[in-house]
């Protein structure tokens, strides 16, 4: 059964202390790993997606990397504008399309 | 004009009442999706409309009724209803090409309080 586990569930940080969250996924035949901010009260917003092991995207403070087994996304000098919580989501074999989604780590930076 | 538009943003219903959710896409996606978000809890496939055909229903109780008229409109019609249904229930659209999915685009959702 394809499934996805994100760690830690919550994290804190101060202002500039960098860190990395954790995607690790199973699923046979992995077609693309997708990364997601939510803030609350809206849905999740896209931030990048891996197709291959060894491939790394980098968007401002962001960078995700990709292995065979999980995915990391880590913060560099994260502010607190950078709160949020961090959707892991993996597509599966399936033509649909449909996305398998990890449960989530909540970010809180504190200034 | 955003990307996805799901109304109403808020719903209270009793659990005798009938509702529909509304969304609509202005990207030009050919598929549509419905989640559900619960507290503490992965984001649930529900439905998923690849050129306005059902092609994924995750088990969901009938009492949940997904209508996509076209490939910019779907709903989500609802029926009674239990309180373990409250929960945010968004929308999104992607492009699928020979099924590899463009990124997924969400709605924010409706928050649905059954009480």
């Known amino acids: 059964e394809d499934q996805v586990t994100q760690s830690p569930e919550a994290l804190r940080l101060q202002e500039g202390e960098s860190s990395s969250l954790n995607c690790s996924y199973t699923?046979?035949?992995?077609?693309?790993l997708f990364w997601y901010r939510q803030d609350p009260g809206k849905g999740p917003e896209f931030l990048f997606t891996?197709?291959?092991a060894g491939e790394e995207k980098e968007k401002e403070r962001l960078k995700a990397t990709l292995t065979k087994k999980e995915s990391f996304l880590h913060i560099t000098a994260p502010k607190p504008e950078d709160s949020a919580t961090y959707l892991c989501?993996?597509?599966?074999?399936?033509?649909?399309?449909?996305?398998?989604f990890g449960q989530g780590t909540t970010l809180q930076v504190k200034p | 004009e955003t990307g996805v538009t799901q109304t109403p943003r808020h719903l209270v219903m009793g659990m005798t009442n009938k509702k529909s959710l509304k969304c609509e896409q202005h990207l030009g996606h050919n598929a549509m999706y419905w989640y559900k978000q619960s507290a503490k809890k992965p984001l649930e496939l529900m439905f998923v409309y690849s050129l306005e055909e059902r092609v994924e229903n995750n088990s969901v109780p009938s009492r949940f009724s997904p209508e996509c008229p076209n490939s910019s409109h779907l709903f989500l019609h609802l029926h009674t209803l239990q309180p373990e249904d409250s929960a945010l229930y968004l929308c999104a659209s992607s492009h699928i090409n020979r099924g590899l999915n463009s990124p997924l685009h969400f709605g924010n959702g409706t928050r649905l309080t059954v009480t």
């Open positions: 699923v046979s035949g992995l077609r693309g």
């Open positions: 989501a993996v597509q599966g074999p399936s033509n649909t399309g449909k996305l398998i």
């Open positions: 891996l197709y291959s």
